[in-house]
């Protein structure tokens, strides 16, 4: 949508309205506290679904196993962060290199040799 489309509709909205959203802005902006339960049960419900946030709230997920579960979660990513910047750097070495495919090569050697399957 264009500016002067939206200025239009901006427009369009009548006094009322405009005086209900603005009470609305209001009354949402900050007045909720988040301690850091709620953050908790946040990232666990973002990481593992709605279905495994209402476990924990019925008690069918014990808080040290959510919690474990989080923790578990949050090393998984970091050692995702970890390939990426790995791949990154190989990447960038790769292409700095006098010889790229050479340097390319031997800086993922090592990761060719753990993917093999072994027979």
Do not use: C
Request: glycine share 4%; charged share 30%.
């Amino acid at each position: 949508m264009d500016a002067k489309t939206r200025q239009q509709q901006l427009d369009d909205i009548s006094p009322e309205d405009l005086a209900k959203i603005k009470a609305h802005q209001a009354s949402t902006e900050g007045s909720f506290k988040v301690d850091n339960e709620w953050l908790l049960m946040t990232e666990f419900a973002i990481i593992f679904g709605w279905q495994a946030y209402l476990d924990v709230k019925e008690d069918k997920i014990e808080t040290a196993e959510m919690l474990t579960l989080i923790e578990a979660s949050r090393k998984l990513k970091a050692r995702d962060m970890f390939h990426d910047a790995q791949s990154a750097l190989i990447g960038a070495g790769s292409a700095a290199a006098k010889k790229p495919s050479q340097a390319f090569n031997t800086l993922t050697k090592d990761l060719i040799k753990q993917m093999k399957v072994d027979e």
